[in-house]
């Protein structure tokens, strides 16, 4: 069985000062001793600390797969850009068309990039990385807020995945868990996003 990982790092990855349960070598040994796929998808500074590809490599391989961005789409006289009907049936959503596009822009210093909103947000990463990487059996994404709502993924809190970790590892041989005085689960902020998913999909705009 082949799982890709999301890791967010924040309060949810044993790393200062927004430490969390999940100790760093875990994330390391998920994504270098086994087959899973191991992403950073919240704060990109993980991709430095347990060693794994991020935002970065997401859009390198958006682009060895589908191209420059800028083929999807168009501009109008707004100037937002709209995604044409170009899109492959395979491909990724055309929010996320327009979103690479504003990554790569950010990363070329185009001054226009704010009618776009900005670079990839938290959940278009994740859902970015589920398009890359369809055929996994398992869509897992680690995050201490709540993204239940993603399509085709699991989501697990950081103690959830604690709780869960000896299916996916050798807890003996790594060590225990980090201990954090952090709410187990769930923060008022996750109960009411919960509550919204129930009556239907909600989005999240944060952008880290």
């Not at 490599?57 to 100037?79: K, S």
């Not at 327009?98 to 994740?126: E, F, K, M, S, W």
């Amino acid at each position: 069985m082949q799982c890709v990982f999301a890791f967010d790092r924040d309060d949810c990855v044993s790393v200062s000062p927004k430490t969390g349960p999940i100790p760093t070598e875990w994330v390391r040994y998920l994504a270098h001793e086994t087959d899973h796929e191991v992403w950073a998808t919240g704060n990109q500074k993980l991709t430095d600390e347990a060693d794994i590809p991020g935002t970065d490599e997401m859009v390198d391989l958006f682009l060895e797969r589908w191209g420059p961005p800028e083929e999807l789409v168009r501009y109008r006289t707004n100037p937002k850009l709209e995604v044409t009907d170009g899109i492959p049936d395979d491909g990724p959503a055309p929010d996320l068309v327009t979103a690479v596009v504003g990554h790569v822009q950010c990363d070329t210093g185009i001054d226009y990039v704010d009618n776009l909103g900005g670079p990839l947000n938290r959940q278009q990463r994740v859902r970015l990385l589920g398009t890359l990487f369809p055929d996994a059996d398992l869509h897992i994404v680690i995050d201490n807020r709540y993204l239940g709502y993603l399509e085709d993924w699991i989501h697990l809190f950081p103690q959830q995945f604690v709780d869960l970790a000896e299916t996916f590892m050798d807890l003996e041989a790594l060590g225990p868990p980090v201990a954090v005085d952090l709410p187990p689960y769930y923060s008022w902020r996750d109960e009411w996003k919960a509550l919204r998913h129930a009556n239907g999909p909600i989005t999240d705009q944060e952008d880290d």
